[in-house]
């Protein structure tokens, strides 16, 4: 079995080829010369998709045997010396041709294909992590926006628990809104009915007080002509001290008396 190299392309100007699925031409690398035109006759019905799409890549070749030659051309024109690299990644795949000792394989080299999806790869997984941070920033942000009205208004409740009833929910966003502008109107309410407690408190001191003086006036009045009495009738002066008696008895009168008025028999 002989082996030989030579450069092999598709030829598309080829006029008497026109009617021939898959047309190539071979020419040989040291003389340029033609060597002729090469029809595949394969089942063209395989063959058709790796002719129009596959055979486009220059880092793929193709093996032809016939009889005991075994040719070994590339798609582009230079000359397959070299053994592929064992570390890049074939594919092959094999044709029986329509004739006896005819055969063809085509062998595909994946390794940039396999490059660039690593590439993709890499970029997708990265857009994919980039995506998961806004994510959980924008996940994040809403739980923030939630939390932190919730949390303000927790505080200003707590101060307004321990007595500062002059608290105020600061202006919120959105339906928290409604939240503050109710806490703070309920606070307002507080404060002012407290207020009128704390009045009503003084108010009623301020009566207990004046009560207590329209008592203590009386007996004071009371107590003042009794001791003028005892006075009198020690001196012998018993018709001024039945005066003074009957006053006397006139203020007991009043302060036994509830009534506004009192009559003087």
């Known amino acids: 079995m002989t082996q030989q190299s030579y450069f092999l392309y598709i030829d598309k100007t080829c006029e008497d080829c026109k009617n021939l699925s898959v047309i190539q031409r071979i020419n040989d690398p040291t003389t340029q010369k033609t060597l002729g035109v090469l029809k595949l006759d394969v089942d063209m019905k395989q063959l058709e998709n790796f002719a129009l799409n596959a055979l486009i890549n220059p880092d793929d070749f193709i093996i032809i045997g016939i009889g005991d030659e075994n040719l070994q051309y590339s798609l582009v024109e230079w000359e397959i010396v070299k053994v592929p690299n064992t570390a890049d990644f074939f594919v092959v795949t094999e044709f029986e041709g329509t ?72 202006q919120l966003e959105g339906e928290f809104q409604e939240l503050s502008d109710a806490f703070n109107s309920l606070m307002e309410q507080l404060e002012i009915q407290v207020e009128d407690i ?33 006075k009198v009738e020690s001196i012998s002066a018993y018709e001024l001290a039945g005066s003074i008696e009957a006053l006397v008895n006139y203020l007991k009168s009043i302060l036994k008396n509830d009534s506004s008025t009192n009559t003087v028999a």
């Open 99 to 170: 004739y006896p000792g005819f055969y063809f394989s085509y062998i595909t080299n994946y390794s940039k294909m396999f490059t660039v999806l690593a590439i993709q790869s890499l970029i997708l997984l990265t857009g994919f992590i980039l995506l998961i941070y806004i994510v959980m920033r924008n996940i994040t942000k809403v739980t923030d926006s939630i939390a932190s009205p919730v949390l303000s208004l927790k505080n200003d409740m707590r101060e307004a628990m321990d007595g500062d009833l002059a608290v105020r929910s600061p």
């Open 198 to 230: 704390r009045q009503a408190e003084i108010d009623k001191s301020d009566l207990r007080y004046e009560i207590l003086l329209t008592k203590v006036n009386p007996h004071f009045l009371y107590n003042t002509p009794n001791a003028l009495k005892w």
